[in-house]
């Protein structure tokens, strides 16, 4: 049956890319509901850092919707009930290339207010860094870091509460349109439906995703807790940040760091690897992280991984002994150009795949460009794809800026 009175957006998937949709449709006065197929979200978006970053997030949209959604993070995060666990970001570089690498990205606009530091300020700003030896080190002041499994029903519920949306968990959308959404027990009625799939490439997004040549990631973290109680202050990042995230790989001395580190850590680059390290409230760190690509990755975790991963947390953070408390593995689907792929099928109707992992970090800037007609969308259909106009209903007077309360 329908829903009375219907609803002026219909989203399916409760992920943060959903939420940041329903936040920015509730911005707006409309009225939302959110369909889930799991009875809580247990996919990418718990099973990451927190870590909404945006130094190195490639140039242009991406980093302009860091910006954004850092600053939203900020604001909603005490609303909420969300802990802002800690703020900002040291990449330590001990290759002299990696140095090369920090300098030209500090000399660029998304370098703007981070700071090139000298391996014994380093050590004494940032003890827990092992910085013998370093070339030195980059430490930016935009990056907030929160707890995923916890933020995300947090933010869940201060949107049924606070924003009237109506959330219905453990139903998943089995066909959709541009006025509608069918779940197994009730078909909604809507204005605009927004598919918001994350890693499901073979649910009911599958017919404009199953020709675009889309692949999963995998990756797998861990959850330690250092034996000697040390604590980091900020996020900590190495060399082979440099060469993954694409702020800085795309800068021309990323090259040739590439090409060292094909030589002196070609079994983390096979594994793609890089290192990230957060803090967590009760002691213990979240650290990660590797990626291997396929249709539908292996879903067995590595030790030989999980051993790479740790051996760069050592050789970047002053700890010698780690208890390891969990191991998880994760999927985020990969592929094409963009960051994030929008897709308007029927006008109404839009898919929104973040393609880059970088969900957390931006999907308050994605959801904000989809409902103020900042995106171009792409028109699939049947074996076409073309560009389409921007989409979303005209802003009210309300500020995205600034959340209501």
């Given at each position: 049956?329908?829903?009375?009175?219907?609803?002026?957006?219909?989203?399916?998937?409760?992920?943060?890319?959903?939420?940041?949709?329903?936040?920015?449709?509730?911005?707006?006065?409309?009225?939302?509901?959110?369909?889930?197929?799991?009875?809580?979200?247990?996919?990418?978006?718990?099973?990451?850092?927190?870590?909404?970053?945006?130094?190195?997030?490639?140039?242009?949209?991406?980093?302009?919707?860091?910006?954004?959604?850092?600053?939203?993070?900020?604001?909603?995060?005490?609303?909420?009930?969300?802990?802002?666990?800690?703020?900002?970001?040291?990449?330590?570089?001990?290759?002299?290339?990696?140095?090369?690498?920090?300098?030209?990205?500090?000399?660029?606009?998304?370098?703007?207010?981070?700071?090139?530091?000298?391996?014994?300020?380093?050590?004494?700003?940032?003890?827990?860094?092992?910085?013998?030896?370093?070339?030195?080190?980059?430490?930016?002041?935009?990056e907030l870091r929160i707890e995923s499994r916890q933020a995300i029903p947090l933010l869940s519920e201060w949107l049924r509460q606070v924003r009237a949306v109506q959330f219905f968990w453990?139903?998943?959308?089995l066909e959709a349109d541009a006025r509608s959404a069918r779940t197994p027990w009730r078909r909604l009625a809507a204005q605009q439906v927004i598919l918001c799939p994350g890693a499901d490439l073979t649910g009911v997004a599958a017919p404009w995703l199953r020709d675009l040549g889309l692949q999963l990631s995998q990756l797998q973290m861990l959850r330690v807790r250092?034996?000697?109680?040390?604590?980091?202050?900020?996020?900590?990042?190495?060399?082979?940040?440099?060469?993954?995230?694409?702020?800085?790989?795309?800068?021309?001395?990323?090259?040739?760091?590439?090409?060292?580190?094909?030589?002196?850590?070609?079994?983390?680059?096979?594994?793609?690897?890089?290192?990230?390290?957060?803090?967590?409230?009760?002691?213990?760190?979240?650290?990660?992280?590797?990626?291997?690509?396929?249709?539908?990755?292996?879903?067995?975790?590595?030790?030989?991984?999980?051993?790479?991963?740790?051996?760069?947390?050592?050789?970047?953070?002053?700890?010698?002994?780690?208890?390891?408390?969990?191991?998880?593995?994760?999927?985020?689907?990969?592929?094409?150009?963009?960051?994030?792929?929008?897709?308007?099928?029927?006008?109404?109707?839009?898919?929104?795949?973040?393609?880059?992992?970088?969900?957390?970090?931006?999907?308050?800037?994605?959801?904000?460009?989809?409902?103020?007609?900042?995106?171009?969308?792409?028109?699939?259909?049947?074996?076409?794809?073309?560009?389409?106009?921007?989409?979303?209903?005209?802003?009210?007077?309300?500020?995205?800026?600034?959340?209501?309360?």
């Open positions: 049956m329908y829903a009375r009175d219907g609803f002026d957006v219909v989203i399916a998937g409760a992920g943060i890319v959903g939420l940041a949709c329903a936040w920015a449709a509730t911005e707006r006065g409309l009225r939302v509901a959110v369909c889930e197929r799991d009875p809580r979200c247990v996919g990418a978006s718990v099973r990451n850092f927190g870590l909404v970053t945006v130094t190195g997030q490639r140039a242009g949209d991406t980093w302009r919707r860091a910006r954004y959604s850092r600053d939203i993070w900020a604001i909603l995060a005490p609303q909420a009930g969300i802990s802002i666990e800690h703020t900002g970001l040291w990449v330590l570089a001990r290759e002299a290339l990696a140095w090369e690498v920090l300098q030209a990205f500090a000399a660029t606009e998304m370098g703007t207010h981070c700071a090139l530091v000298e391996p014994q300020e380093a050590a004494r700003r940032a003890p827990w860094l092992r910085t013998a030896g370093c070339a030195g080190a980059l430490y930016s002041p935009h453990g139903e998943p959308v250092p034996r000697n109680g040390l604590r980091l202050g900020s996020a900590v990042m190495g060399d082979l940040s440099l060469v993954r995230y694409r702020g800085y790989a795309d800068l021309p001395p990323a090259r040739a760091l590439a090409t060292r580190l094909a030589q002196t850590d070609a079994d983390s680059l096979a594994h793609g690897i890089h290192l990230i390290a957060v803090q967590s409230a009760d002691g213990s760190w979240v650290v990660g992280d590797s990626h291997h690509q396929d249709a539908m990755p292996w879903p067995f975790a590595r030790q030989e991984v999980d051993d790479l991963i740790l051996r760069h947390l050592q050789r970047t953070v002053a700890v010698d002994s780690l208890q390891v408390l969990e191991r998880w593995t994760g999927l985020y689907p990969t592929g094409g150009d963009a960051d994030c792929l929008l897709l308007a099928p029927e006008p109404g109707l839009y898919v929104v795949v973040v393609t880059s992992g970088t969900g957390a970090s931006t999907a308050f800037g994605i959801a904000d460009d989809l409902f103020s007609d900042r995106i171009a969308t792409t028109s699939c259909v049947s074996d076409t794809c073309a560009p389409s106009s921007s989409i979303g209903p005209a802003p009210s007077s309300t500020s995205a800026a600034s959340p209501q309360p």
